[in-house]
């Protein structure tokens, strides 16, 4: 037997020649489902769409978040124990010359039946989404301060933290005739996108900058040329976006945007907290955000990326002047710290309140549309009575 007929062989059931499909990551012969499954390659089966799938939250580029949800269909159709076994032979067989680092989305997409498109968009759409990754925690929960630390083992809190940017000038050397008393307000409004858009990506916010960027400039009015005389209006003013046309497409849900003022408090409770303050972190993060964005925008040679990049340029600048501001002034943000708290707990009870009278109405109306189901279409009315 020559090495091309042996290498042809199934590997797991040793049949003769039926080796048809190649395995993409250990480039092992397989005749089916059942052999692809066999417990000798188990592994490897389990373990392949899950690094591509984790692989692609870290080089993930503009256009590659529909390539990551079909990586994601394509792993719950290849191990999905009840999926009959023809339907599975057919789905290896019209992927068996597809690599997923090459190909395009367009060329997966196209490959898939009408009922696993139907499948993908329900599944996508679902809380099972959630099981296939791990769920991001924010770095603004994790305690810098550590009572008992093994001698000899690196802080792990400290390096969760974002690294301040350094060199920056002293806020009297920037700001020569003085400072707002408003910019308190201002940055509470870029906390809160910087929050936001950090949970939305779920702690990917900084590999994915130039979709931060935008979602935060979205948000942000402050990152352009907004001003905010009051904690209240700086919240408001974020949560206002989203009923716009530009910020509409990052929203997630009223539960959602209501928590993240949480994330704001703890933020700016962590003004004073060593080995960073908090909100010179966030800012910095931001920073980053900006100037990785501003890069890739200048790579991009289409005309429309110059005034993007410009843009960016612009909030650069104004997050060098937020982050100076805090490193003399941020022990201030404390002072806001109650009204920010006492607004989160006005929105959470205002949900709660909507959230009550939507399910009383919701029943209201189910109970009379059922009423009206019970009663006939037609009735005849008897002889005799008065018309």
């Not at 099981?131 to 083992?153: C, D, R």
Request: hydrophobic share 35%; proline share 3%.
């Amino acid at each position: 037997m020559d090495e091309a007929q042996h290498a042809a062989d199934c590997k797991f059931c040793c049949g003769k020649g039926t080796g048809r499909y190649t395995c993409p990551r250990c480039h092992a012969r397989y005749c089916s489902v059942e052999c692809y499954k066999a417990t000798a390659h188990l592994s490897c089966s389990e373990l392949f769409y899950r690094d591509c799938f984790m692989e692609g939250l870290h080089t993930m580029q503009p256009d590659s978040s529909e390539r990551a949800k079909l990586v994601e269909m394509l792993q719950r159709l290849e191990m999905d124990s009840e999926l009959e076994d023809d339907r599975a032979d057919d789905l290896a067989q019209r992927f068996a010359d597809v690599s997923i680092d090459n190909c395009s989305t367009e060329q997966i997409w196209h490959r898939l039946t009408e009922i696993e498109r139907a499948e993908f968009e329900k599944f996508v759409s679902s809380d099972q989404v959630c099981s296939l990754f791990e769920l991001w925690i924010p770095w603004w929960y994790t305690s810098p301060q550590t009572l008992v630390e093994e001698i000899g083992k690196k802080s792990t809190a400290a390096d969760a933290i974002p690294p301040v940017l350094a060199n920056l000038q002293h806020i009297d050397q920037i700001a020569k005739c003085g400072t707002s008393d408003l910019i308190s307000f201002s940055i509470i409004n870029v906390l809160y996108a910087y929050a936001y858009t950090a949970r939305l990506y779920n702690g990917e916010h900084v590999t994915m900058a130039s979709e931060s960027a935008i979602t935060m400039l979205d948000i942000s009015e402050s990152l352009s040329r907004g001003v905010f005389t009051d904690v209240s209006l700086a919240v408001g003013g974020c949560l206002a976006q989203f009923d716009s046309s530009a910020a509409q497409m990052h929203f997630v849900s009223r539960e959602y945007s209501v928590s993240v003022v949480d994330d704001v408090c703890k933020l700016v409770a962590g003004a004073v907290r060593n080995p960073v303050p908090f909100p010179l972190a966030a800012l910095s993060d931001c920073h980053r955000i900006f100037h990785i964005a501003r890069k890739e925008a200048s790579q991009d040679r289409k005309s429309r990326t110059d005034d993007a990049r410009k843009r960016y340029y612009a909030v650069e600048k104004k997050l060098e002047y937020f982050i100076s501001w805090t490193s003399t002034h941020g022990h201030t943000l404390l002072d806001l710290l109650p009204s920010l708290e006492l607004e989160s707990c006005e929105l959470t009870t205002q949900l709660a309140t909507h959230c009550s009278e939507q399910a009383r109405v919701e029943e209201i109306l189910e109970h009379k549309n059922s009423k009206s189901k019970l009663g006939p279409l037609i009735e005849e009315i008897p002889s005799g009575s008065d018309c």
